[in-house]
């Protein structure tokens, strides 16, 4: 998601307050904010994902191996 989308978001949130869109406007706002929600989870489980945590014994527990499937090979 790049800042020129944000903008374009931004751009359509406000032609809609002031004097509406039309069905194609509405469409385009309608995937950019899914595509924005998207990137936005995506970056969530990242940060998630790269959590450690030292426990009480020393070792260190990588949340992301241990909860979020990161180095776990499924088939």
Known sequence: MDQSMIDRINALYH???STGLTEEEKAEQAALRK???EAIRQNMR???NSISVQEEDGSITDLGKKYGGIGNEQS
Do not use: P
């Open 35 to 37: 595509a924005y929600i």
């Open 15 to 17: 032609k809609s307050q």
């Open 46 to 48: 990242a940060n998630l």
